[in-house]
DNA sequence: ACAGCGATTGACT
DNA sequence: GTCAATCGCTGTA
């Protein structure tokens, strides 16, 4: 049977919240993928929230740009951009339209469709598969042709309750790879969880 | 029009 | 630990 039968998408009310409230409650749900090769579906295990108008590490910091225009949109959507000449980035949208935010998608543990993955990752070890944000796009098979795909609706691509609830304790800790606001405590990870990409 | 650089990764010293 | 790869977006002109 397929993986995407059994999952239920998250509504647009989860998403139209404070960033900081959807980043944590995103930690132990679950991200589908319909590819081609069959559907691979994904727990995340580690997240980091961006905000507009207070955050200068944020891409809508400065203003609404051709690139972080959905940030500005609706809640709920993939926020897809490209950086580093080489990797893509998962974000979903987050808080009312009109107000930027979005949750980057830093780790993920796949739980079904591991072969695919493996096969969309063409380095040799394995270990390392998903547990960064260029490397869990790759694993996915995800890049900008999911851009602005609404992750509340059963699509190709979306984000699912879980099927059975964990309980889990959420670590706090400042986002990594940015220059500015470093100072921010806005990462988000599953204790304990061998998927996360730094302790 | 263009120079600079980034919400990273993997390979190498 | 250090550093190159690699390209589209962004700010400045």
Redesign the pocket.
Known sequence: MKVKDSMKPLPRSFFNRDTLTVAKELLGKILVHQTRYGDIAAKIVEV?A?KGSDDP???????K????QL?FGKAGFA?I???????H?L?VTTEKEGFAG???I??VEILEGLEIAKRN?V???NI?LS??????T?ALGIS?AQNGIDLTKRNKLFISIPLKVERFNTTIAG??????GADKLWRFYIENNEFV?KM
């Open positions: 980091e961006y590490a944020s891409h809508a910091f400065r203003k740009t051709p690139r972080n940030m926020y951009y490209f950086v580093y000449g080489n990797h980035c974000n979005a949750v980057l830093r780790a990752r380095t040799k070890p390392n547990n960064g944000p260029g490397k869990l790759k900008n986002r990594i790879g940015v220059k500015q990409s």
